[in-house]
């Protein structure tokens, strides 16, 4: 059964542009909504994190949008960067010591 | 380097063998976490510490898989007998003591091919 749900599934954004990807997921119990971001050969880098006591969080070019009775959050990039071209994934966490369930991640290209 | 480090970072090996990886977390941090992550997906967990205490584990976590924290430092995951399944990559993360921070930073991961 899969918790969270991630789309798109790969994404082709203009230089400039901004790039927005979805999460939703179920359980309401979850209560610590993270975004990472990969690129090839590395390990998730920890991006933008949010609870669920706030909609919206904002740091630098990259903003969650979460909206708690929709059961669902989202990452945007503004003034997409070629630099921002690699693999994004959110995750679900629960509690403060709690394994990270991670979605199925977004494939982003950034066009010159 | 503060962050998380793994070793090795590539390991190839032929079936049956058994292979051991190693994962030093961020200095003071006493949460460690094992996450497994195959091509295409995103990381999926495997096991955690707290401090020495190995307190959960994913049924993903078969009789072959063996991981240990013994001195609450450092952590090592052992595969027995491996399997051409067992070919991924190995992420190790770390979080804070403190109750408040939720953040896991990751490793580099140990990519594993199973030949």
């Known amino acids: 059964q899969q918790q969270v749900k991630q789309s798109p599934q790969s994404l082709i954004v203009q230089k400039g542009g901004i790039s927005i990807i979805n999460c939703a997921y179920e359980?309401?119990?979850?209560?610590?909504f993270p975004w990472y971001q990969q690129f090839p050969g590395k390990g998730p880098a920890l991006l933008i994190a949010?609870?669920?006591?706030?909609s919206e969080k904002k740091e630098g070019r990259f903003t969650i949008s979460f909206n708690k009775s929709a059961k669902q959050f989202s990452l945007h990039i503004m003034d997409s960067q070629p630099g921002d071209s690699a693999t994004y994934f959110c995750a679900l966490g629960r509690g403060t010591a709690s394994k990270l369930t991670f979605g199925t991640g977004t494939r982003l290209q950034v066009t010159l | 380097d503060t962050g998380v480090s793994q070793n090795p970072r590539h390991k190839i090996t032929k079936r049956g063998q058994n292979v051991t990886f190693r994962c030093d977390p961020i200095?003071?941090?006493?949460?460690l976490y094992w996450y497994r992550q195959t091509l295409g997906q995103g990381p999926e967990f495997l096991t955690y510490f707290q401090n020495e205490a190995q307190l959960e584990k994913s049924r993903l976590l078969s009789d072959r898989f063996s991981a240990e924290r013994p001195k609450g430092s450092f952590s090592t995951l052992e595969i027995q007998r491996t399997e051409q399944g067992d070919s991924a990559m190995y992420l190790c993360?770390?979080?804070?003591?403190?109750?408040?921070?939720?953040?896991?930073?990751f490793g580099p991961g140990t990519r594993l091919t199973v030949t």
């Open positions: 993360a770390s979080s804070s003591r403190l109750a408040a921070l939720y953040e896991q930073y």
């Open positions: 359980n309401t119990a979850f209560d610590y």
């Open positions: 200095s003071e941090h006493n949460r």
């Open positions: 949010i609870r669920p006591d706030v």
